[in-house]
């Protein structure tokens, strides 16, 4: 294993750095294969493949965590298997087995280690499992073939970082319709947001907020985060719809804003035209950790919520805990930490 040299482990930001280790198995006639780490990161497959065409392929995205210890630990791997499998049922892709996505995970950190980033850098190494459709296909139909791999890269901050507000616009494009594939974590809903992002990074915001496809009166995401508010009375809310990623930390932040803070937390509609009802809002995802909303641009006016440059109270307990859980200097609950060494 090589030793990352010169590595900036307090400014990564959030882009791709190929290291030493990936997991690939292979799906075909039924059956996965054992799969095997390789070092080659490059994948080649038919031209013909279903997921260049007709974006037949799913993926995901969590974290491992060097303790103050110096410990290794993942965050809650189990809810992104089962999360895949969701995935692949929406795309006719032959699920990916619980036991066989942990441990494709727990191999590729094990395998990179070195990459892990110190505790107190606010680094941490990003898992990319995936899986696409391949071999020969010319016909719009599910792929005979499979492949499911597992990569990793140091990451630092995906907004701004730690706990500066950043600004959204409310876009009038939608990521996903209303009994479509949003639920689901496939290629597709993001395709579908680019033009969107560019369009609000064009403008000096951070993303953009996705109302909901039918109306388009209610919050669903914040790019590709989800969204909470705390209301002037102090209760987390977060929204629910089919048409929302089912975002891990946002299922763990409500449990954390109950459990941890003695916080009233629902799921229910935040309407966009009722903003005044919050307190502090924020996104909430593993790339985006928990990103202070300053403000949201709707109909030409920035509506801002606890301050542009300043962290609201809560967001920033809800910060502290998530985070002290997920780097092990805070006891998580039963089930949420996968040692990895
Ligand atoms: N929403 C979208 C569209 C995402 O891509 C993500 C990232 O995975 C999230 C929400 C947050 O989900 P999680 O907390 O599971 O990372
Ligand atoms: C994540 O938070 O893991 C995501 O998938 C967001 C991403 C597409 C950068």
Same mark, same amino acid.
């Given at each position: 294993?090589?030793?990352?040299?010169?590595?900036?482990?307090? *400014?990564? @930001?959030?882009?791709?750095?190929?290291?030493?280790? %990936?997991?690939?198995?292979?799906?075909?006639?039924?059956?996965?294969?054992?799969?095997?780490?390789?070092?080659? *990161?490059?994948?080649?497959?038919?031209?013909?493949?279903?997921? #260049?065409?007709?974006?037949?392929?799913?993926?995901?995205?969590?974290?491992?965590?060097?303790?103050?210890?110096?410990?290794?630990?993942?965050?809650?791997?189990?809810?992104?298997?089962?999360?895949?499998?969701?995935?692949?049922?929406?795309?006719?892709?032959?699920?990916?087995?619980?036991?066989?996505?942990?441990?494709?995970?727990?191999?590729?950190?094990?395998? *990179?280690?070195?990459?892990?980033?110190?505790?107190?850098?606010?680094?941490?190494?990003?898992?990319?499992?995936?899986?696409?459709?391949?071999?020969?296909?010319?016909?719009?139909?599910?792929?005979?073939?499979?492949?499911?791999?597992?990569?990793?890269?140091?990451?630092?901050?995906?907004?701004?970082?730690?706990?500066?507000?950043?600004?959204?616009?409310?876009?009038?494009?939608?990521?996903?319709?209303?009994?479509?594939?949003?639920?689901?974590?496939?290629?597709? *809903?993001?395709?579908?947001?680019?033009?969107?992002?560019?369009?609000?990074?064009? %403008?000096?915001?951070?993303?953009?907020?996705?109302?909901?496809?039918?109306?388009?009166?209610?919050?669903?995401?914040?790019?590709?985060?989800?969204? #909470?508010?705390?209301?002037?009375?102090?209760?987390?809310?977060?929204?629910?719809?089919?048409?929302?990623?089912?975002?891990?930390?946002?299922?763990?932040?409500?449990?954390?804003?109950?459990?941890?803070?003695?916080?009233?937390?629902?799921?229910?509609?935040?309407?966009?035209?009722?903003?005044?009802?919050?307190?502090?809002?924020?996104?909430?995802?593993?790339?985006?950790?928990?990103?202070?909303?300053?403000?949201?641009?709707?109909?030409?006016?920035?509506?801002?919520?606890?301050?542009?440059?300043?962290?609201?109270?809560?967001?920033?307990?809800?910060?502290?805990?998530?985070?002290?859980?997920?780097?092990?200097?805070?006891?998580?609950?039963? @089930?949420?930490?996968?040692?990895?060494?």
């Amino acid at each position: 294993m090589s030793e990352p040299a010169n590595i900036d482990w307090e *400014n990564l @930001g959030f882009r791709y750095m190929k290291t030493d280790f %990936r997991y690939i198995s292979k799906w075909k006639d039924g059956d996965w294969d054992e799969g095997r780490l390789v070092e080659d *990161n490059q994948i080649c497959i038919s031209e013909a493949s279903s997921v #260049f065409h007709y974006g037949q392929g799913c993926f995901e995205g969590l974290k491992a965590y060097r303790t103050q210890s110096g410990t290794i630990q993942l965050f809650r791997v189990d809810q992104n298997a089962k999360r895949m499998q969701e995935s692949c049922r929406r795309g006719i892709i032959p699920p990916v087995p619980v036991g066989k996505f942990i441990d494709a995970c727990l191999r590729v950190v094990k395998a *990179n280690k070195t990459y892990v980033p110190p505790y107190g850098t606010g680094g941490t190494l990003y898992l990319r499992p995936f899986v696409i459709g391949v071999g020969d296909l010319i016909g719009v139909s599910p792929a005979p073939e499979y492949i499911f791999s597992v990569f990793c890269t140091p990451v630092g901050a995906y907004f701004k970082g730690g706990l500066t507000p950043v600004n959204f616009t409310v876009s009038g494009y939608d990521r996903a319709a209303p009994f479509g594939t949003g639920a689901a974590k496939m290629g597709g *809903n993001y395709a579908a947001s680019l033009m969107p992002h560019e369009l609000a990074k064009r %403008r000096g915001f951070a993303d953009c907020v996705y109302l909901d496809p039918a109306t388009h009166t209610k919050i669903e995401e914040v790019g590709a985060a989800n969204f #909470f508010g705390i209301t002037r009375d102090g209760r987390f809310v977060t929204p629910c719809s089919p048409s929302i990623l089912p975002s891990v930390t946002r299922k763990s932040l409500l449990e954390v804003a109950r459990g941890y803070l003695g916080i009233a937390a629902e799921e229910r509609d935040v309407f966009i035209d009722r903003l005044d009802e919050l307190s502090e809002a924020g996104a909430c995802g593993t790339a985006a950790v928990i990103t202070p909303i300053g403000g949201i641009e709707y109909r030409g006016r920035l509506h801002v919520f606890f301050s542009e440059t300043e962290v609201g109270p809560v967001t920033r307990k809800l910060y502290d805990t998530l985070t002290g859980i997920q780097f092990g200097d805070i006891e998580a609950p039963e @089930g949420w930490i996968f040692k990895v060494e």
